[in-house]
């Protein structure tokens, strides 16, 4: 018999198209092959190097005032077709479109290409009580484009690191079954802080508990929606 408790509910979903662009947060996502579908599905990489930009604190700054989207909540194919990207100027452009990669390599002072990601990215999720005490550590509002979770959640009557206690349980999240396999130190974006001197605050919220929120695998393909009962199962 399955053992259930309500924790309280989904309030945001994150979802990054492009690493290390900022993303977007769409009300309903759909969940496969263990993760959210469409989430850093492609990364931007140094042409001559190689290299993913994803922990570049030199074009951090760049890359974060660039954002990319899906243009239908439940893409469920032709990610390609289906992708805008948005320069900091506003304009948009379609994924396939090489100005905007030249837009960014203008800006950097080298070029970069767009290439698929290979591996599936692990599914990250915080709860608010945590992230409020994150935000009285850092004596202000963290900026949204440094939150790379992708489920937040409030957690009723919580307290912060609350969500630690529930590593090796499983969530149900509406209609979806989400494994807990541990926690995550990729909740909260580290690179870039180097430009603005806060570094290693921000390294130390992590080191309170040795990680930040947790990492989830989902368990079959799945529906999620913003304002979805949160189900702690034992």
Known sequence: ????????????????????????SPDTALLREGGLFGDRVFELCDCVTGRSLAADSVAAPVLLSYGARYMEDLVAEELDRWTRVRNPDGKEFLITDAEWLSDISRRLGREVALRPRKEVSPLRLVSRPTLRLAERTYGAALE?????????????????????????????????????????????????????GDVDLLRGLESIHGHLGLELRAASSARLRVGDPVVLVD
Do not use: Y
């Open 144 to 196: 949204p484009a440094r939150l790379r979770a992708n489920l937040f959640i409030e957690i009723t009557d919580g307290k912060a690191f609350d969500e630690d206690k529930w590593i090796g349980q499983s969530l149900r999240i509406g209609e979806a079954l989400l494994e807990i396999t541990g926690g995550s130190t990729g909740c909260l974006l580290m690179f870039g802080a180097e430009a603005t």
């Open 1 to 24: 018999m399955e053992l259930a408790e309500v924790v309280g509910h989904l309030t945001v979903l994150r979802r990054f198209p492009v690493e290390p662009l900022s993303g977007e």
